[in-house]
């Protein structure tokens, strides 16, 4: 069983940054594809990055590429999503996903490749 926990989200201006962070624990991360997604308020659910275990591949929404960043600190236990030029589409829940995987490289888009989440950070971007 794998917890995480995100952290990081607030209310800041359009153009602004913020870097969330989701802190793992339970189980060794080393080996685990991390994925951020985020949901807006009438909306579904949707990607927005994701990291292989061994942080080689990382692969982005084309909304956020460009701005947004993945990384992992497996020493750390913990995956980061900086987030720059914010705008205010981007405002949504984001949460934190988690999943086991044998394969170096890997990454994956669906949450339904996902078995562990987050209980979600809000961010909310002001115009």
């Known amino acids: 069983q794998v917890q995480l926990v995100e952290s990081g989200g607030g209310l800041v201006q359009a153009g602004d940054s913020l870097r969330l962070s989701c802190a793992a624990s339970g189980r060794t991360f080393s080996n685990y594809v991390m994925g951020w997604f985020r949901q807006a308020p009438g909306k579904e659910r949707e990607f927005v990055a994701t990291?292989?275990?061994?942080?080689?591949?990382?692969y982005y929404a084309d909304s956020v590429m460009g701005r947004f960043t993945i990384s992992r600190d497996s020493a750390k236990n913990t995956a980061y999503l900086q987030m720059n030029s914010l705008k205010p589409e981007d405002t949504a829940v984001y949460y934190c996903a988690a999943v086991s995987t044998s394969v170096t490289d890997v990454y994956y888009v669906a949450g339904a490749h996902y078995d562990y989440w987050g209980q979600g950070t809000q961010v909310t971007v002001s115009s």
């Open positions: 990291i292989s275990w061994s942080g080689g591949n990382t």
